[in-house]
């Protein structure tokens, strides 16, 4: 007889699953035994947390689904804050949890409560399954509804009765293939423009969609940027692109919301907008910030939509202003050290270990020193912590590349206070045989919140952002990693030569003078 948790792994691995990022519990130990025969691999972290930026990493990387699976209670608790992340950055994650017995509901079953509503406000689907003979087409759903349209998370709570219930059959049913998609509207709203930009959103980075970017412009003569950070025209990685977007008569959001970071519309206050989203509130919230400047709006697959566009070249071009716009975004803050290490001295040694690199991954946290690095290095592959502003997820994101591409070189940096969230995934790392290499750009404070006291409140209201001299090189060493400590620039180079070829989950922790973010006119 088959289990309600076989159906739960068959089914999964029917749609192409290969590996679950996990935390064992009481409740989901029948679905780590479905695992084994349904041929899928589980890495097991040692916080809910990091299961689930893992699988939004993973699901970057992969361009597929990523999938987290945690037990109930606490265990579901600790899983939220990663779907807020997820959603931001569009990013497809089924998070599959275990529940208390739903023979018992309204009897106070052990850790039993509304999961649903924990994570409804978080992410595109959340539903609980109380019958065995459901999971089948629950599972294709979710998985589905995550991939489909606005990418983002999904949750399906798995009661304990439910995965251990005899399923006689389990009938699946496939998706409709989506309809053609029709531009001929948005290639005449373009046509009148003689400033466009189209902006992508997360969705639609070089990553997820590689080589969009240049066969937009191509096709559509138009100047073409990724918005991904919660920084949005202000992005350091962007360079001076905030100086001409109020230039632009005619912008298209291509998958990216109008939002706080195109400042509810007013980066470019003169021109019209053209909004192409899956989910249909983020065009009602364009209408309401952007009034009578959105003057097109298509519900749309904005993958879809972008692909289309592809096909159909104009003749129309904006050489000049494709110019002005590219030379803007290629302007950076060339700052350099001063005795001690600056941030740009790093970023200059990871390029040089990215360029060498065969199949290279870059990994991003937030903070100040994650913004330098954003914004100074470059990878046909990147994740970054995203439109969230969440921290902490980086060591998880560069565990997850490793796991989704085992011949990558994957190089990730964060600050010293970042790296502490998920330290003890450097373990998990080592266990499972997931090396990469973590830059820490060691200030010895929070160094945001710092410079924030430092701008609003004066330098002799500075409090609680210092952090010690901790040695997480020792630390990562003792997990059974590599650590190495820099303090000379000179000695950068060799520190990471000796990291990647030590074939282990690697630290190197560089002292370094704390920079406010890079900011670039």
């Known amino acids: 007889m088959t289990r309600g948790a076989d159906v739960v792994m ?57 999938v987290a699976l945690v037990t109930a209670g606490a265990g579901l608790g600790n899983a939220l804050g990663p779907l807020l992340t997820a959603r931001a950055s569009d990013t497809p994650v089924l998070l599959l949890s275990g ?67 005899d399923v006689v059959e389990a009938a699946v049913h496939d998706a409709s293939e989506a309809a053609p998609v029709d531009t001929s509207a948005l290639r005449d709203w373009l046509a009148a423009a003689s400033r466009p930009i189209i902006v992508l959103g997360p969705a639609l980075n070089t990553t997820r969609q590689p080589g969009l970017v240049a066969r937009l412009e191509q096709a559509t003569g138009a100047p073409v940027v990724v918005m991904e950070s919660p920084r949005g025209g202000k992005d350091p990685s962007l360079g001076g692109i905030a100086s001409v977007l109020p230039e632009a008569d005619r912008v298209v959001l291509l998958g990216k919301p109008m939002d706080f970071t195109l400042q509810f519309g007013g980066v470019a206050p003169k021109a019209s907008w053209a909004v192409i989203n899956a ?11 952007g009034t009578a400047r959105v003057t097109l709006d298509i519900t ?17 071009g904006y050489g000049a202003w494709m110019e002005t716009v590219h030379a803007a975004s290629a302007r950076r803050d060339m700052s350099v050290s001063k005795g001690a290490i600056h941030p740009n001295d790093i970023c200059a040694a990871v390029q040089a270990v990215l360029e060498a690199a065969t199949h290279p991954v870059l990994v991003c946290d937030g903070g100040e020193f994650g913004q330098w690095a954003q914004a100074g290095i470059t990878a046909p592959r990147r994740i970054i912590n995203g439109v969230s502003g969440a921290i902490g997820g980086g060591l998880c994101y560069a565990m997850a590349a490793r796991a989704a591409d085992s011949s990558a070189t994957v190089v990730a940096l964060m600050g010293d206070g970042t790296v502490g969230f998920h ?17 820490i750009g060691n200030d010895r404070r929070w160094n945001a919140e710092h410079q924030i006291q430092l701008r609003d409140f004066g330098s002799d209201r500075l409090m609680g952002c210092d952090l010690s001299g901790a040695r997480y090189d020792e630390a990562v060493t003792a997990l059974g990693g590599f650590g ?17 070829a030590s074939g282990k989950p690697a630290c190197v922790n560089v002292m370094i003078d704390g920079q406010p973010a890079p900011v670039v006119t």
């Open 10 to 66: 068959q089914t999964l691995a029917a749609h192409g699953v290969r590996d679950i990022f996990a935390l064992s519990g009481n409740q989901i130990m029948p679905l780590f035994d479905a695992s084994l025969d349904a041929g899928i691999r589980l890495y097991h972290t040692r916080h809910e947390a990091a299961a689930v930026y893992m699988a939004e990493g993973y699901a970057q990387l992969s361009r597929g689904l990523g």
């Open 99 to 165: 529940d208390s017995p739903a023979v018992r509901d309204g009897q106070g079953a052990f850790q039993e409560m509304d999961q649903v509503a924990l994570t409804a406000s978080l992410t595109k689907w959340s539903v609980r399954v109380t019958r065995a003979e459901d999971l089948g087409d629950v599972i294709t759903k979710a998985a589905r509804i995550a991939c489909g349209g606005r990418p983002g998370p999904v949750h399906v709570s798995l009661p304990a009765d439910v995965v251990l219930a």
């Open 279 to 289: 989910d249909a509130s983020e065009i009602l919230r364009a209408k309401r910030n």
């Open 300 to 316: 749309d697959d904005p993958v879809a939509v972008a692909e289309a566009l592809c096909a159909h070249a104009t003749t129309k």
């Open 423 to 439: 330290f003890a995934e450097f373990e998990t790392a080592v266990r499972e045989d997931l090396p990469f290499v973590a830059v």
């Open 484 to 500: 190495i400590m820099v303090t000379e620039l000179d000695a950068l180079p060799d520190a990471m030569s000796r990291a990647i």
